[in-house]
């Protein structure tokens, strides 16, 4: 097995582990059982310390933060073409490799709030979000490195309505790619075959959600 192979299921055990624990935390009334999820979400942060940069404490205090039933973090992106030219951001946290605009939803927004509000943040562009794209499961499309946490990525199709390309604390560059002339991607925020799949939609705007 690849090295790779077994980072991620490595990180999937600890998703797992963490999972149980703080769900059952959640629910758990007798004090034993609180003390065996307490123990399992202590394990699982001692996995993750041991395949990653983290200490033992920092990993702990990493599942601690997470509270209430277990569910997958939304990360928005925002997918805006110009001139059959795709919007991308150069990202200063990635060595400069680019990306569709995004990153989490903040609590008490809407989805389309968030992209909206993401695009302006690291582009400059203000937009409206026309259309939900696709709505994947950031395992099963390639990003990488994996998370310790479940991620649903979703995709919107963004029109520009106004602003300017605007670098920012986030982004180095912002500029408009053709689909033969991609620049090396974070792959950890967007892959090369969705770049192509939201490129698709240019040819055929009436085309279906696509999710998973």
């Known amino acids: 097995m690849l090295e790779s192979d077994m980072d991620s299921q490595w990180i999937g055990w600890v998703r797992a582990l963490q999972a149980i624990s703080q769900t059952g935390l959640h629910y758990a009334k007798d004090p034993y059982d609180i003390q065996r999820y307490q123990e399992i979400r202590r394990i699982a942060g001692e996995m993750l310390a041991a395949r990653s940069n983290l200490t033992s404490a920092q990993a702990l205090e990493f599942a601690t933060a997470e509270f209430g039933y277990a569910t997958p973090k939304v990360d928005v992106r925002g997918v805006a073409f110009r001139e059959s030219k795709i919007l991308l951001v150069r990202e200063i946290q990635d060595r400069g490799r680019w990306t569709v605009p995004g990153g989490w939803a903040d609590v008490n927004e809407t989805p389309?709030?968030?992209?909206?509000?993401?695009?302006?943040?690291?582009?400059?562009?203000?937009?409206?979000?026309?259309?939900?794209?696709?709505?994947?499961?950031?395992?099963?499309?390639?990003?990488?490195?994996?998370?310790?946490?479940?991620?649903?990525?979703?995709?919107?199709?963004?029109?520009i309505v106004g602003g300017a390309p605007r670098p920012n604390e986030e982004a180095s560059e912002i500029a408009f790619f053709a689909e033969n002339e991609l620049p090396e991607l974070s792959v950890s925020r967007v892959t090369e075959a969705e770049i192509k799949t939201f490129f698709r939609y240019l040819a055929d705007p009436a085309g279906e959600t696509e999710f998973d």
Not at 129 to 151: C, I, N, S
């Open 112 to 159: 389309s709030e968030a992209v909206v509000r993401e695009v302006f943040e690291e582009s400059g562009f203000e937009t409206n979000a026309v259309k939900l794209l696709a709505v994947y499961d950031r395992e099963r499309q390639g990003h990488v490195p994996p998370f310790p946490f479940h991620v649903y990525k979703l995709f919107f199709l963004c029109e």
